[in-house]
C-alpha cells in the first residue's frame, strides 16, 4: 500500500502514488499513444476515399451508392477531426494548468471519433460490397463485421473493465 507524503500526493484507486498532474501526465502520454493509432488509420482512409471521385468507376454509381459515398466522405472527416482535435486541444490550452481537464476533453474527442470511425468503416464497406457482389447478402457481411467491430472495440473493454476491476 502507498503512502501519502505530507498530504501532497494522492493515492489512486489503483495503487499508484501520484499528484493529480503526474496523473494527467501519465494519461495524456497513454491517450496520445492509442490517438497515433486511430489518426494514422483514419487519415489513410479518408485519403482514399477523396481519391474515389476521382476514379472512372465513380461515374457509373447509381443514385443509393452516391449517396452511401457521400456518408461515408462526411463520417470520415468528422472522425479526422475528432481525432486530430486533441493535439489541438493540448497546444492551445497547452500551460495553463487544465492538464486534467484537457485529458478529459481530449478523451472524449477521442472516444467520439472512435464512433465516427467505426460509422466511416461501415459505411465504406457496404459501398464497397454492394459495387463489387451486388447481392442480398451484402448487408448481413457488414452487420456481422459491424458486429465484430462492436466486439473488439467496446463489448470485450467494457467487459473486462466490469468484470477485472473491483467495486470498493
Same mark, same amino acid.
Given at each position: 500500500?502507498? &503512502?501519502?507524503?505530507? %498530504? ?7 495503487? @499508484? ?9 501519465? /494519461?495524456?502520454?497513454? =491517450?496520445? /499513444?492509442?490517438? @497515433?493509432?486511430?489518426?494514422? %488509420?483514419? /487519415?489513410?482512409?479518408? %485519403?482514399?476515399l477523396l481519391t474515389v471521385a476521382f476514379t472512372p468507376r465513380f461515374a457509373e454509381l447509381g443514385d443509393v451508392d452516391r449517396g452511401i459515398y457521400l456518408a461515408t466522405v462526411l463520417l470520415g472527416s468528422l472522425a479526422t477531426g475528432a481525432l ?16 486534467? /481537464? ?6 472524449? $474527442? ?6 465516427? $470511425?467505426? %460509422? &466511416?468503416?461501415?459505411?465504406?464497406? $457496404? ?22 467491430? =462492436?466486439?473488439?472495440?467496446?463489448? =470485450?473493454? $467494457?467487459?473486462?473493465?466490469?468484470? =477485472? &476491476?473491483?467495486?470498493?
Amino acid at each position: 500500500m502507498a &503512502t501519502q507524503e505530507s %498530504g501532497t500526493r494522492a493515492e489512486l484507486h489503483n495503487g @499508484r502514488n501520484e499528484t493529480p498532474e503526474e496523473r494527467a501526465d501519465r /494519461q495524456w502520454a497513454e =491517450l496520445l /499513444q492509442e490517438v @497515433r493509432v486511430a489518426q494514422t %488509420g483514419v /487519415q489513410v482512409l479518408f %485519403g482514399f476515399l477523396l481519391t474515389v471521385a476521382f476514379t472512372p468507376r465513380f461515374a457509373e454509381l447509381g443514385d443509393v451508392d452516391r449517396g452511401i459515398y457521400l456518408a461515408t466522405v462526411l463520417l470520415g472527416s468528422l472522425a479526422t477531426g475528432a481525432l486530430i482535435g486533441p493535439v489541438s486541444f493540448h497546444r492551445i490550452v497547452s500551460g495553463r494548468r487544465i492538464k486534467p /481537464q484537457t485529458v478529459t476533453w481530449a478523451s472524449r $474527442l477521442t472516444f467520439t471519433g472512435l464512433i465516427l $470511425l467505426l %460509422g &466511416t468503416l461501415a459505411a465504406a464497406l $457496404l459501398l464497397i460490397l454492394r459495387v463489387v457482389l451486388h447481392d442480398g447478402i451484402v448487408p448481413w457481411l457488414v452487420a456481422g463485421v459491424l458486429a465484430w467491430y =462492436l466486439a473488439c472495440w467496446f463489448v =470485450l473493454p $467494457l467487459w473486462a473493465r466490469y468484470r =477485472l &476491476t473491483s467495486r470498493d
